[in-house]
């Protein structure tokens, strides 16, 4: 194969080649398998196993319908074996009343702390997900830039915050990220090679994609418009029979691909007509009003129309996904960035995530890399082929940030990523080329990228670059799943058992997970005015700051609004603007719980003095005994 005039051969990967792509990714499974098994259960992660045990025990898919059934399938396989106790009783298959939150929480308080056993086997069995994503990245980079390019992804791919984060998890987002490059890539090479081998692996593949995120279906429209570009770039163009076989192909793999997504979904109401659906998004229903009560059964702007009559060749929890999943973003959440809340989102809230969650270092080898594409010869495949890893995360990007309803988690960014570290593996080319400044260059952003990541494993979920001053101020850009999705309360367990002398402990936590599950006993702390002005009520005194010893999750410092354990056994709703546990940003942390928990030691002094400030009053030495 040659490039651009160069006469430079792509052969496969030599033994040691292969063998340090082997090691790599054998060690990122070693991380994540590791890291998985320090975590508590994350906020998502909560109803994930127990829906993904619906699935396999009911054969009904009504529990989170946002997200398809492939990950938590897969991850609820091993869990049976271990017979978790399973109860039913709160299961809705009405689309609104989102039951997956209710069913976890039980799932957890009837599991106790065996849960955190069964999460964990979970996890470890996504894991497969993510070691052949990254085997994927390397063939392909290595088929467009050669025996470098395989090795140079691979490192990105293993040591990205990103993957390290999300991989050790049994979420959707990093092994859809998987699952969606391994597609990408056999629709490529079936591009490349259009035989009905191909098309078959491509259809399967893409089905299955489709099957790990819903974001992933914009392959379709994707694959149509770079299924007419390398068409019209053939030499075969004029040639009618040429397209009309490729066309057929194409065809097979659309086929192909619904026919496994309705067997992920065991054809359950597959062929429904359009018009029997209850609709709850604005764009399918009709309703253009963003007042939609919980309880009504939805509409459908299809109903009376020819439309309505044609059957849809999809499950009709695929579809009631797609539009609840619309009906959110639609109707607006409370979003939160750069300390700032409000009830819709950001068109940038995507790439500014994407500016100070990506190591310094890979940012700076895109630019390299953009670099080098536009004005240095040598370094790009055929142009077919740049445009096919950079469209689709363009247009993921692109996708997710025209979804302006709410603005709060990065993690639909990862879906895009391994398009972008395979484009970035160009880079690795300097080395073959003898380009010695741009190998200098390329091989110091590659350390910088793997040591910044490093430096705060196995937190990686928490990571922040250095435009931020890292993940300890990471809570003032962006929060939950980006920095806090309770994932620490094990690292506080362990904290606490070397520091009992922090006992009675107030904890402020974030997520469904009862503390005490970890060997945590706590209670609330109190909570504490926003404004600064005076609350002339019983109450004033018995509000924060108190002395004391605290630990606060980081989304409560940005004003979080959530259910939260009270240490009791229930859950509070922490929901009043004007009174919450963000005034313990006046205090500064004696110790730390990963970097989602602080903990403070607060005495009565410091607790007058902050008290002042916010305009309560003072508390006399004998009122607090703590």
Not at 155 to 170: D, R, T
Not at 204 to 227: R, V
Not at 529 to 538: G, I, L, R, S, Y
């Amino acid at each position: 194969m040659n490039r651009n005039g160069k006469g430079i051969k792509v052969f496969f990967p030599c033994h040691v080649v292969w063998l340090s792509i082997t090691i790599l990714l054998l060690v990122n499974s070693l991380m994540l398998a590791w890291s998985a098994w320090l975590h508590s259960p994350t906020v998502l992660e909560v109803s994930q196993l127990p829906a993904g045990l619906s699935h396999l025990e009911l054969g009904k898919f009504d529990l989170d319908l946002v997200n398809p059934p492939l990950i938590r399938c897969v991850a609820a396989i091993p869990v049976l074996a271990f017979s978790p106790k399973t109860d039913w009783t709160l299961y809705s298959t009405y689309s609104r009343s989102r039951a997956e939150r209710s069913v976890g929480i039980k799932f957890i308080d009837d599991n106790r702390s065996s849960s955190f056993l069964l999460f964990t086997v979970g996890r470890w069995a996504c894991i497969p997900f993510i070691f052949i994503g990254g085997y994927t990245c390397s063939i392909w980079a290595r088929d467009l830039y050669g025996n470098s390019a395989s090795i140079f992804v691979v490192v990105l791919w293993c040591f990205s915050p990103w993957i390290l984060g999300h991989g050790a998890l049994m979420t959707t987002d990093a092994h859809a990220a998987a699952v969606g490059i391994i597609a990408a890539y056999f629709y490529w090479r079936w591009l490349k090679q259009p035989d009905l081998n191909w098309a078959l692996l491509a259809g399967i593949a893409i089905g299955y994609a489709q099957l790990g995120k819903h974001t992933l279906i914009i392959f379709y429209p994707l694959g149509l418009i770079l299924w007419f570009v390398y068409q019209s770039s053939s030499r075969e163009i004029l040639c009618s029979k040429h397209w009309l076989s490729r066309l057929g192909l194409l065809f097979i793999i659309f086929i192909v691909s619904l026919f496994v997504i309705n067997v992920g979904y065991a054809f359950d109401g597959t062929f429904k007509r359009l018009g029997d659906y209850q609709f709850y998004s604005h764009t399918l229903s009709g309703d253009t009003s963003y007042s939609i009560p919980e309880t009504t059964e939805g509409s459908n702007r299809f109903a009376h129309s020819l439309l309505g009559k044609i059957p849809i060749p999809l499950p009709q929890c695929y579809v009631r996904g797609v539009d609840i999943q619309k009906s959110d973003f639609e109707r607006g959440l409370r979003s939160y960035m750069r300390g700032e809340w409000r009830s819709y989102g950001w068109w940038h809230f995507y790439l500014y995530a994407l500016l100070i969650k990506t190591p310094l270092g890979t940012i700076i080898l895109f630019c390299l890399a953009a670099y080098l594409s536009l004005f240095v010869r040598g370094y790009s495949a055929a142009w077919q082929h740049e445009l096919f890893l950079l469209l689709p995360p363009v247009a993921i990007l692109g996708l997710v940030s025209s979804q302006t309803g709410f603005s709060i988690h990065s993690r639909y960014l990862l879906p895009a990523l391994p398009f972008f570290f395979i484009w970035i593996s160009k880079t690795a080319r300097s080395f073959q080329l003898h380009h010695r400044n741009y190998s200098i260059i390329t091989g110091i952003a590659l350390c910088c990228t793997v040591l910044s990541s490093l430096s705060i494993f196995p937190h990686s979920l928490s990571y922040f670059n250095e435009l931020t001053g890292g993940p300890r101020h990471g809570y003032k850009n962006l929060v939950d799943s980006n920095i806090a999705w309770g994932q620490d309360l094990l690292f506080l367990s362990h904290w606490l058992e070397k520091h009992p002398e922090a006992s009675p402990l107030k904890l402020a936590a974030f997520g469904p997970v009862d503390p005490r599950l970890a060997g945590i006993n706590f209670s609330l702390p109190p909570t504490g005015p926003v404004a600064k002005k005076f609350w002339k009520d019983t109450g004033a005194e018995i509000a924060g700051p108190q002395p004391g010893w605290f630990a606060i999750d980081v989304n409560h410092l940005a004003g979080s609004f959530a259910f939260i354990p009270d240490g009791q056994g229930s859950r509070k709703l922490l929901s009043n603007e004007e009174w919450n546990y963000s005034y313990f940003r006046y205090f500064e942390p004696v110790a730390f719980a990963g970097y989602s928990i602080n903990i403070y030691h607060i005495t009565l002094d410091e607790a007058n003095e902050v008290r002042t400030e916010l305009g309560l009053p003072e508390l006399p030495p004998d009122r607090i005994k703590n």
